[in-house]
């Protein structure tokens, strides 16, 4: 059992984080427990933020991991609207950027996340450019687009992946007109491929998206500090009283790069390079969540997840670790989103080039189905869109590594379980 003494930081304040702050007390710790937020409201979960709470059909209290009262309850140390601007890994402190206090620590976890890509282009000083990564983003956004439905207003969103479909799904159910601008061919180009890609670009356009693929923004065009039009790469203006600008995140290394822990270039994915217990180059500092680049030998890689479900599971796994614990972090990647009356679940692995045929089973056309991203007939994949109770099964195929039938795999007929037995 770790020492009563000992002080256990953890710097970022999302999911991964309180998560972990909960594992440790729910694992027996009794030490400190300090978590660090440079966020003023209290550790929430990012994904009501472009769906449920983004509609105004979820209550913002419920973003949140745990009541207020849950962190002087559990003893945890909570400082918000502060940030950490040093780690000092010979003396094992970290300091408060505002005011220099050293904090002392035994085992320091960093879960700083993830920050939205900047669009670096002229105009994007106007006041009706957004993000969406914080709580604070998503009130204003909510604001935004109950505004534009209201006076028929236009929302140009430069990016076609999950945050760009949701916000587009959501600007649609307020009534505002929405244009997405996208590099690629296909929304979701590099997650789903051109097979699938083209199921998320019909459903959008069935419900009044208009797409403009292969091109990006150049400016956005404005007047008296607020938003026109927004310009791309062909010249055309499309008509915007505001813009998102939804081109990905980056992780959140610069403490952990100024402290000397190794980092992933981007090619990799970026992020703090973690080993299978989520443990840094520094063996008494880990990383989990958005930030953290970790292995992941089912698939013979290293990668970095930027989904609920990372923080969710990794937050524990590297509290558990902290704790001495013998830990294996090895999850199938998972991910879910909502768009109009479309729900997926999406899980394993399959980027472009790493598969050689796409299997649907179930009907395609009524967006009913599951697809499976196949290489020599071993599932790396696999996302069930409005077909339920499926994830384990589907999980269970992407582990077995083994080859399938492909012709039963894509018979509704054939249980999935059979095909793993």
């Not at 939804?246 to 990799?268: F, Q, S, T, W, Y």
């Amino acid at each position: 059992m770790v020492d009563a003494d000992q002080t256990f930081v953890i710097v970022g304040g999302g999911l991964a984080g309180a998560k972990a702050a909960e594992t440790l007390r729910a694992e027996g710790f009794t030490g400190r427990v300090i978590l660090i937020s440079d966020e003023r409201d209290h550790p929430y979960e990012r994904p009501p933020l472009s769906k449920g709470y983004l509609l105004g059909k979820e209550e913002r209290d419920s973003v949140f991991v745990h009541e207020p009262a849950w962190y002087a309850q559990n003893d945890i140390e909570l400082h918000l609207g502060q940030f950490v601007d040093r780690i000092d890994r010979g003396a094992k402190t970290v300091r408060f950027g505002d005011d220099g206090t050293l904090v002392r620590y035994d085992k320091l976890l960093l879960v700083t996340g993830a920050e939205p890509r900047r669009l670096d282009i002229p105009g994007t000083d106007l006041a009706g450019v957004h993000h969406l990564r914080r709580l604070a983003h998503a009130e204003r956004l909510k604001g935004v687009l109950s505004s534009l439905g209201r006076d028929n207003g236009h929302i140009v969103i430069a990016g076609a992946g999950w945050i760009g479909l949701e916000v587009a799904a959501a600007a649609r159910e307020y009534g505002a007109e929405v244009t997405v601008i996208e590099p690629a061919p296909t929304p979701l180009h590099g997650v789903l491929g051109p097979e699938l890609g083209g199921v998320f670009a019909e459903l959008h356009r069935e419900h009044g998206v208009r797409f403009h693929f292969g091109r990006q923004l150049t400016e956005i065009v404005g007047q008296d500090g607020m938003v026109l039009a927004a310009r791309t790469d062909d010249g055309e203006e499309h008509p915007a009283h505001d813009v998102l600008a939804a081109i990905g995140a980056a992780p959140r290394v610069g403490l952990a790069e100024a402290a000397g822990l190794e980092i992933a270039d981007r090619a990799h994915g970026g992020g703090i390079v973690v080993d299978e217990r989520l443990r840094t180059s520094d063996p008494d500092i880990y990383a989990a969540g958005d930030v953290a680049n970790f292995p992941l030998a089912l698939f013979d890689t290293r990668m970095r997840v930027e989904h609920w479900a990372n923080a969710l599971n990794g937050g524990p796994a590297a509290a558990r670790a902290m704790l001495g614990q013998d830990v294996t972090y090895d999850r199938v990647p998972y991910f879910f989103t909502d768009q109009y009356d479309l729900g997926m679940e999406y899980s394993g692995w399959a980027p472009a080039g790493s598969y050689d045929q796409v299997v649907i089973r179930g009907d395609a056309g009524k967006r009913e189905f599951i697809a499976f991203w196949v290489k020599e007939g071993r599932v790396l994949a696999g996302m069930n869109v409005n077909v339920w109770d499926v994830t384990e099964q589907i999980q269970k195929l992407i582990r077995a590594k083994a080859q399938v039938d492909t012709e039963a795999l894509a018979d509704p007929h054939v249980p999935l379980d059979s095909l793993t037995s």
